[in-house]
């Protein structure tokens, strides 16, 4: 049974970097009919928001990314509490009292003396008195994990097999002085008892990984398959960090993009096949294959999306946008023609309602100086609506021998008289469509 998992922090709204995790953790368990678990990693109470939370579920059902159960890290945390006694039983576990500035101070020392600025474990050599001395002059101590100095080794399901030395590495803090549970030992905790199978994230994470695989073989488990994607970077290969707040997928909603063309494109960048449009996510699902995937960083470029998206929209037919149509207020018998006609000339949802309002109130006439005469001409030739497929037709044929004009010359003074657009739509659907006469 296969079981992955989408584990934001509810600090913030998600983006397309944190789409790309969510979208590879559901295929694999959609192609494998196994389970999908939406975990809130909400164990920092200052920072996580309610409306964070609700705003990720809703960003997710947006996208079609349903879960098959969702889980809070701050509904378990006595099961963290129960692992860190487990660590401590098995002196895995130990306190530390330094203050941030001081690791700072280490670290810089370690540095310029050209080694790396691992923590050099000064808190294992201290004796009990000491430690009491501590813990009264500065409360409780944040407690760290004692890494086994080996190598680290697992088949990274992207990166190939990896090798870290723990060595390399400093113990990391799993519950921090005031007490809050870390993130590092929750996740190994939820990963076992939820029975994850599969870990994909991105690759800021493979640090992580290897400490907590250790944890986990600490705490007698197997550590799940992990695979680690590269990061998202600008089109010109530029860290996308700082522009990620502007890649919300809510501001991406809220710009009518459509949310198969971004899940066609998320599950395809950064790998040997090529972006194709999908037609469900069954689809994608089908043909995800981590293999594909490479390190290298992978570029993004919102920019790639919006045609595929408006592509998505011009091939969709007429039943599955109806419901939308009507809400407009067009009229059930001119609804498919409207949709027919509006289709090919939009890029998103939003563009239909200054359609249907085009064809509804008229537009404002664009007519040349030189062309007034003849628009007045042929508006005073037009009957009252409704109007049908014939209306174009007669009505030009009807212009064109009273005032002599052709081609060009009779069709695009009307055009934009009727339309106010240098081009567009077929005229005899615009006719169609029409509500009211068209007046200078
Ligand atoms: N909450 C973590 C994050 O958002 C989860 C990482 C993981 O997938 O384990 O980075």
Known sequence: MTVTRF??????????????????????????GGTFILRL???????SKPEYADAIQEDLEWLGLTWDRLERQSDRLDRYAAAADELREKGRFYEAWETPTELDLKRKKQLNMGQPPVY???ALRLSDEEKAKLR????????????????IEWDDGILGPLSIDAASVSDPV???????VLYTIASVVDDTDMGITHVVRGSDHVTNTATQIQIMAALGHDAPNFAHHSLLTGPQGEALSKRLGTLSLRDLRAAGMEPMALLSHMARIGSSQPVELAGSIDELAEDFDLDHFGSAP??????????LSARYL???????????????GVPAPLAPTFWDVARANIETRADLPGWWALFRDGATPLVAAEDREFVAQAFDMLPE????????????????EATGRKGKGLFMPLRKAVTGLERGPEMADVMRLLQKKPSL
Request: hydrophobic letters at 35%.
């Open 120 to 122: 050099d474990r000064a």
């Open 314 to 328: 011009h091939g969709l037919d007429f039943d599955t946008v109806k419901e939308e149509i009507a809400a407009l």
């Open 298 to 307: 992978t570029k993004f470029d919102v920019d790639d999306i919006w045609p």
């Open 136 to 151: 009264a002059e500065r409360g409780a101590g944040v407690w760290r994990f004692k890494l086994d100095h080996e190598r």
């Open 174 to 180: 799993l519950i921090r002085a005031d007490g809050q």
């Open 385 to 400: 609506p409704p109007y049908d497929e014939t209306t174009w037709s007669n009505w030009t044929t009807a212009v064109k």
């Open 7 to 32: 584990a934001p922090s509810p600090t913030g709204y998600i983006h397309v970097g944190n789409l790309r995790t969510a979208l590879f953790n559901f295929l694999i368990a959609k192609k494998a």
């Open 41 to 47: 990693d909400d164990t920092d109470p200052d920072r």
